[in-house]
């Protein structure tokens, strides 16, 4: 069996298309400038590149994007400080602090400093109380990417039984309540989980989130299933380089696999759309206008 392979990155473009003509709309229609503040410490490559990716896809669909770039010795005073004043700032519809922050910042206080309603990470603990309670609310980006890839297999979840190894508050949880809420059933597997293999082969839908490099095998896979790979994960390769790959092995799990996302190319594109659709949707609710359904 040759798997069917998830293009994350068309899937997402056809997202971004959608809330570019939406932005375009309601700009003209109703005056309203979605606009995305990205707040960067310190210099961590990685960081700088999601950055760019975030604030360059910004521009793209119309939004207007500010970056906030602070140096590794910033304090917690002053970052919390900044958070305060983008929060205060009306033509903020949307507030992101890169991950991870530097040693001298907890960084469930900024968390819980963005303002809920701004909260387009979608991290704060009163937007994972209305997840879980199912009452409307921004969502995880990468979670809601996530389903969003596995209904572009299957356009109804209901009944289908889905796996989840990882437990993070960033992927495995958020996701946990989204799946639910589409009628799987739903388990959460992790480092603790008995017998890993056999359960994930229990999986119709087998979403990884471990953050090890090709930890999922061939034996993780249900012949047929639908493998959503959310790992990244940098390794080293040839001539001293490095290539990026995710948490599946995914040449052995494509050859059992129904679908799979690649790495790079899967999940990853998905979360900047799901982003830009989250500032939208924050843009809307505090112009007290109806939530795009897109």
């Known amino acids: 069996m040759s798997a ?8 997402a473009a056809e997202l971004t298309t959608k809330i570019s003509a939406e932005v375009a709309r309601l700009r003209k229609e109703h005056g309203l400038d979605p606009g995305l503040a990205v707040v960067l410490v310190g210099s961590n490559p990685a960081s700088e590149v999601y950055v760019r990716n975030k604030t360059a896809k910004t521009a793209a669909v119309g939004m207007r994007s500010s970056l906030h770039t602070l140096p590794a010795t910033v304090s917690e005073s002053d970052l919390l400080a900044l958070v305060a004043q983008l929060n205060a700032d009306p033509m903020v519809h949307g507030i992101l602090v890169q991950l991870p922050l530097p040693p001298q910042i907890e960084p469930q206080k900024v968390i819980e400093a963005v303002a809920p309603a701004k909260d387009v990470d979608g991290f704060h603990p009163l937007t994972a109380g209305l997840l879980a309670t199912g009452l409307p609310g921004l969502r995880p980006c990468t979670p809601s990417g996530c389903v969003r890839l596995a209904k572009s297999v299957h356009p109804s979840l209901a009944g289908m039984e889905a796996v989840i190894i990882g437990r993070s508050n960033i992927v495995g949880k958020p996701l946990f309540h989204l799946l639910l809420a589409e009628n799987a059933t739903v388990t959460v597997a992790h480092s603790r989980t008995r017998d890993l293999p056999a359960v994930a082969r229990r999986a119709d839908l087998l979403f990884v989130a471990i953050g090890r490099p090709e930890f999922g095998k061939r034996d993780f896979i249900k012949p047929g299933a639908t493998v959503i790979d959310v790992g990244i994960n940098r390794v080293p390769a040839d001539g001293g380089k490095s290539r990026l790959v995710g948490d599946v092995a995914f040449a052995e799990a494509a050859e059992v696999a129904g679908a799979i996302t690649p790495v790079p190319g899967g999940v990853g594109p998905m979360t900047i759309a799901c982003l ?15 939530d795009p359904a897109l």
């Open 4 to 11: 069917r392979r998830i293009d994350g990155t068309a899937i």
């Open 276 to 290: 830009m659709l989250n500032t939208l949707s924050a843009a809307c609710t505090a112009a007290g206008l109806p």
